[in-house]
């Protein structure tokens, strides 16, 4: 990930400019390129299956749009690009900016965000972790199919960790799955999953 030289970005001329690039969002102003890789998108892509099949078993009204933006704060220069973002279409026809954008402003719109760790763990662990709760979204699940985080978020020995964040209250509570574990999510109870398959071949 790299921040892209250049003077600070109101979220309107984000979304002019970078809207329909998926390779670009914006934090606090400035432009932040993803630099997406080949494995990075595996593992996005069968997480992506995974919950569609399970949302599909579940006759659920979510879907995974294809491209999508979270703004976290109305004030902020601030745009997130999540790799999954599960969407309840019930709700949609509140969001103030969605027929014109695929912007989502209000939480209540958003059943499940998945970041998929790369070299920009530290926003994936800690200031994402703070603004999708701020934003009551149910459910955020960290990939980290190649152990980055840091030590104070996935402990020693670094290996993959799955964490899956639930809202209680205000604050996330968070659980960490290894290799070989199933993992449990609260809005997705039918979810069949492991690390295992979701890695790389």
């Known amino acids: 990930?790299?921040?892209?030289?250049?003077?600070?970005?109101?979220?309107?001329?984000?979304?002019?400019?970078?809207?329909?690039?998926?390779?670009?969002?914006?934090?606090?102003?400035?432009?932040?390129?993803?630099?997406p890789t080949g494995s990075h998108e595996t593992v996005g892509g069968k997480l992506a299956t995974k919950i569609g099949i399970a949302i599909t078993n579940a006759q659920l009204p979510w879907f995974i749009?294809?491209?999508?933006?979270?703004?976290?704060?109305?004030?902020?220069?601030?745009?997130?690009?999540?790799?999954i973002v599960v969407l309840d279409e019930t709700v949609l026809s509140s969001e103030p900016l969605w027929q014109q954008e695929p912007v989502i402003t209000l939480g209540r719109s958003v059943k499940l965000i998945v970041e998929v760790v790369s070299t920009n763990w530290e926003t994936d662990y800690a200031r994402q972790v703070e603004e999708y709760a701020l934003l009551g979204i149910p459910e955020y699940w960290i990939a980290d199919y190649r152990g980055l985080g840091g030590v104070a978020f996935i402990g020693r020995p670094k290996q993959p960790t799955f964490t899956v964040c639930q809202l209680s209250g205000e604050d996330?509570?968070?659980?960490?799955?290894?290799?070989?574990?199933?993992?449990?999510?609260?809005?997705?109870?039918?979810?069949?999953?492991?690390?295992d398959d979701i890695l790389p071949r």
């Open 65 to 83: 749009p294809r491209t999508c933006l979270i703004r976290p704060f109305a004030d902020a220069m601030t745009a997130r690009r999540p790799d």
């Open 172 to 195: 996330y509570y968070q659980q960490q799955y290894r290799l070989g574990e199933a993992i449990a999510s609260g809005i997705l109870p039918n979810l069949h999953l492991q690390l």
């Open 1 to 35: 990930m790299t921040h892209a030289p250049s003077k600070l970005l109101t979220f309107e001329d984000f979304i002019d400019q970078y809207c329909d690039n998926p390779r670009y969002e914006l934090a606090d102003g400035e432009l932040v390129d993803m630099e």
